[in-house]
């Protein structure tokens, strides 16, 4: 299973398998009970359906070995974690996946083991009047929705590693919403009309007799087994949570003591690295690459136990000579302390040095355009400075609002001008560049006629559009630091426009940016560059004129 759905050990592969079963029975399960909004012989009539294929000897056996495994795996996972903090999402969905057995072993004993044992007809009016009209039934209910929602969450946490998942996240959310509201709805009404046959004496006879209703002898029994079941789960919790305690207290007796310069002193576990040691203890530690080792801001001054560390390995080294760190600085996400180690932290995320946040850079994968004016000196050669501002302004009014409906420039240089399309997602800044280009050119377009009118020659640019990696943040000294982007894409998008000269062509984007957008026009005039300064080549696709783009959707 080379998939990125499918990577990880085969704990990861069956949690992930057994939960898909799981909700897959749910989903059916909660359109099942929807359809009493209705009419009572469409609930019945698929419920009916439903059972012949959950009920049959080998579905019974995949489906409740399914459960059993899914919670075995999540009361592992719990024995086996080194700390119980973790992530909202991840704190939530342990939560609800908690909260489910104390209603399903109640709502299984009544349904599966009374039709079992007793021989209980348990139809869908049947559990919807054991239950009607007490605190049972909004207890049913809580289940439902909790069922619901640790499922969305397990799914969206699995497929979210695929490049297609966030298109869709927006259309899902819908049914994600409608699936449960729609359950519920035809839970009540079923739930009223029942009711009211119930209150006839003569059809509630008939209703005991259809079902087959239990004794208060067998009712008792049940109650007994799902007691018995309750105190069995309670037990599995304990186990799962003494198991994560006494390995807690084993990493103790195996651990290392962390002092941070100007903050706290703490005792962690061996094998984690630094970054991890101060993400566990709650410690503020800047990150921004997420422990890749690439941005170099989790960088500490080690003062006392560097001897205890190995060297530095490559992916390191390679990042503390980019930036010229001094001895002794190393990496918190790539150093595993073995030994006591006091350590400063040469960035604080709290705002260290009288830096505003922002001034620590974010990075993103982001479109970036480089847009020149050809022929500038020559056009304006023996002009007064006056014309020349008045021109440039002109120029920049007609084109720039194309650019700011989705961008912004980041700064004008002269002539021309660098935008940065900082939108939610890469595929959506693509499509935003690519937009942007085209109506660039349509505007310019418009502009050119205004010149003509006026007598003056028209007006012809040069634009480079790429999309990579960027370091978005305050650059300057403190307190007189403007907002500004850095990083390889702005230097292969100014390559970029540099090159349309001597094709003679408005625009080159580069692959990376098309392939992103999902555009779908003809790229078989594409080329391969050789940038200065640019150790790749860079496939790009030549645009005589960029308002001849094919349209981009938006995603």
């Known amino acids: 299973m080379n998939s990125v759905l499918w990577r990880g050990g085969w704990t990861t592969r069956l949690r992930i398998g057994s939960g898909l079963i799981l909700f897959t029975f749910a989903f059916f399960h909660f359109i099942n009970i929807g359809l009493g909004l209705f009419h009572t012989d469409y609930l019945h009539g ?38 119980l903090r973790m992530p909202l999402s991840t704190g939530l969905q342990v939560v609800l996946g908690l909260l489910i057995p104390l209603q399903l072993i109640s709502h299984i004993v009544h349904t599966r083991y009374a039709h079992e044992i007793y021989d209980v007809n348990d139809e869908m009016g049947y559990i919807i009047v054991l239950m009607w009209p007490g605190t049972v039934i909004w207890m049913q209910s809580l289940l439902l929705l909790v069922v619901w929602v640790h499922g969305c969450i397990g799914l969206h946490m699995w497929l979210r590693l695929t490049h297609w998942w966030s298109k869709t996240v927006p259309y899902l959310i819908g049914v994600a919403v409608f699936i449960p509201s729609f359950a519920l709805a035809g839970l009540l009404t079923e739930g009223r009309r029942i009711w009211a046959d119930f209150a006839d004496p003569f059809l509630r006879e008939q209703y005991i007799e259809h079902y087959n209703w239990p004794s208060p002898e067998a009712f008792e029994a ?30 103790r007796r195996h651990s290392v003591r962390v002092k941070y310069v100007e903050g706290p002193e703490v005792v962690a576990e061996k094998g984690m690295t630094l970054l991890e040691i101060s993400q566990s203890n709650g410690i503020p530690h800047t990150a921004l690459c997420g422990g890749k080792g690439r941005c170099t801001t989790c960088r500490v001054i080690v003062e006392d136990g560097a001897d205890s560390l190995p060297a530095p390995e490559e992916v390191e080294a390679r990042s503390l000579n980019a930036v010229g760190a001094p001895k002794g600085a190393r990496l918190a996400c790539q150093i595993r302390p073995t030994e006591p180690l006091t350590a400063y932290r040469m960035f604080r995320p709290e705002g260290g040095r009288h830096r505003a946040h922002a001034s620590q850079g974010q990075e993103r994968k982001l479109a970036v355009l480089f847009l020149d004016m ?16 008045f021109l440039l302004n002109r120029f920049f009014d007609a084109i720039v609002p194309a650019i700011t409906e989705d961008g912004v420039v980041d700064k004008y240089m002269g002539d021309g001008l660098l935008a940065v399309f900082e939108t939610s997602d890469a595929e959506s800044s693509a499509r935003a560049g690519l937009r942007a280009a085209a109506d660039v050119s349509r505007a310019l377009a418009q502009f050119n006629q205004r010149l003509e009118a006026e007598g003056s020659p028209r007006i012809r640019i040069g634009m480079g559009l790429h999309l990579g990696d960027l370091v978005l943040g305050e650059i300057g000294a403190a ?18 426009e540099g090159e349309t000269k001597a094709l003679g062509v408005e625009l080159l984007v580069s692959t990376e940016l098309l392939q992103m957008a999902g555009y779908e026009g003809d790229q078989s005039g594409m080329k391969s ?15 005589a004129r960029a308002a001849d783009l094919s349209p981009v959707t938006a995603g």
Do not use: C
């Not at 419920?47 to 795996?73: C, E, F, I, N, P």
């Not at 049940?222 to 084993?250: E, H």
């Not at 304006?380 to 501002?389: F, K, N, W």
């Open 479 to 496: 307190g007189h630091a403007a907002r500004t982007i850095i990083g390889d894409a702005v230097n292969v998008a100014s390559r970029l």
């Open 46 to 83: 698929m419920q009916d359906g439903r059972k012949a294929v959950t009920r049959h000897d080998v579905m019974s056996l995949v489906l409740y070995a399914a459960l059993l495994l899914h919670a075995g795996l999540a009361l592992f996972s719990i024995s086996q974690r080194r700390t």
């Open 529 to 543: 560059f050789e940038l200065r300064g640019v150790t790749r080549p860079i496939p790009a696709l030549p645009v």
């Open 374 to 389: 050809r022929g500038f000196t020559s056009r304006t050669t023996g002009q007064l400075p006056y014309d020349i501002v």
């Open 222 to 251: 049940m109650f007994s087994v799902k007691d018995n079941a309750l105190i069995a789960f309670w037990v599995a919790l304990g186990a799962a949570l003494a198991v994560f305690a006494i390995r807690k207290l084993w990493r």
